[in-house]
T-cell receptor, first 110, second 115 residues
């Protein structure tokens, strides 16, 4: 079945450094969603990308959808301690099911 | 709107006991999803409903798990009998569109510990 792979699994950065997580699908995606889960919290929707090559920004967060619509990335510029958490990508799978990647855990040292 | 409401937030029970988790989706959302999250397996979709009808339960681990949605504002996930390997955080989520186009709104989760 369709799988969504995410790398890295874990990243520990110094506050102020940049951070990027990558998401790759085995199949072409009609869209891709990104979620953030704070420690002890629940996943919260960040954004959805639909178009090939699409780039969207939310303050210090930049989201990209690959030209082939099989990969995506989330880049955070100048991380802050409030950015800590797990970032998930998710894409629609067979039968309307949303398939989540394993997530990238971000820790920020202040 | 108060968002997706789940109860209980925490449950500790002994192996063999019945566990019932409850969810109230956001009003007007036609889709309801039950996910399970563990360190080993990440976020797994167990079952989802559309307009109160179960559409896909292929993610339900085994017959010990069952889910119902008697009306648009309430769903339950039941485990009977529970086992230690069922320990996880169970999330309910709702959406007003299909997952191909709409975002999921998650509840705060029910953390289950089976001793």
């Amino acid at each position: 079945g369709q799988q969504v792979m995410q790398i890295p699994q874990y990243q520990h950065v110094q506050e102020g450094e940049d951070f990027t997580t990558y998401c790759n699908s085995s199949t072409t995606l009609s869209n891709i969603q990104w979620y953030k889960q704070r420690p002890g919290g629940h996943p919260v929707f960040l954004i959805q990308l639909v178009k090939s090559g699409e780039v969207k920004k939310q303050k210090r967060l930049t989201f990209q959808f690959g030209e082939a619509k099989k990969n995506s990335s989330l880049h955070i510029t100048a991380t802050q301690t409030t950015d800590v958490g797990t970032y998930f990508c998710a894409g629609p799978g067979y039968g309307n099911k949303l398939v989540f990647g394993a997530g990238t855990i971000l820790r920020v040292k202040s | 709107d108060a968002g997706v409401i789940q109860s209980p937030r925490h449950e500790v029970t002994e192996m063999g006991q019945e566990v019932t988790l409850r969810c109230k989706p956001i009003s007007g959302h036609d889709y309801l999803f039950w996910y399970r999250q563990t360190m080993m397996r990440g976020l797994e979709l167990l079952i989802y409903f559309n307009n109160n009808v179960p559409i896909d339960d292929s993610g339900m681990p085994e017959d010990r798990f069952s889910a119902k949605m008697p009306n648009a504002s309430f769903s339950t996930l039941k485990i009977q009998p529970s086992e230690p390997r069922d320990s996880a955080v169970y999330f309910c989520a709702s959406s007003y569109r299909s997952t191909n186009t709409g975002e999921l709104f998650f509840g705060e989760g029910s953390r289950l510990t089976v001793l």
